[in-house]
């Protein structure tokens, strides 16, 4: 069964903090791009990040460049997200999936878990 946990959400201020954890099993980890998504109360899912399987290529989002970092560990199908300078608008539940390839869209990953809760508070 495809399965991804996230974690390491939190509640912080203004110029914070937050590296996030995307823990995988159920496929093959190394053969798959990992994304991570986030969803603000009233507003659809957008994509922050994605890190290739190769770790050769990563995607930002143009609102989180220069302030966040996409890493995998293939040894641990582990994904981070190391989240600084914070911003109130970066508040939301973050999800990670895995896709076939980095260029996909949302529709194509799968194994969405229960998110993690990220809170900046102004």
């Known amino acids: 069964e495809v399965e991804l946990v996230e974690s390491g959400g939190g509640s912080v201020q203004t110029g914070g903090s937050l590296r996030l954890s995307c823990v995988a099993s159920?496929?093959?980890?190394?053969?798959?791009?990992i994304g991570w998504f986030r969803q603000a109360p009233g507003k659809e899912r957008e994509g922050v990040s994605v890190?290739?399987?190769?770790?050769?290529?990563?995607y930002y989002a143009d609102s989180v460049k220069g302030r966040f970092t996409i890493s995998r560990d293939n040894t641990k199908n582990t994904v981070y997200l190391q989240m600084n300078s914070l911003k109130p608008e970066d508040s939301g539940i973050y999800y990670c999936?895995?896709?076939?390839?980095?260029?996909?869209?949302?529709?194509?990953?799968?194994?969405w878990g229960q998110g993690t809760q990220v809170t900046v508070s102004s």
């Open positions: 999936g895995a896709a076939r390839y980095s260029g996909a869209t949302p529709d194509k990953y799968i194994g």
């Open positions: 159920g496929f093959p980890f190394a053969e798959y791009a």
């Open positions: 890190i290739s399987s190769s770790i050769k290529s990563t």
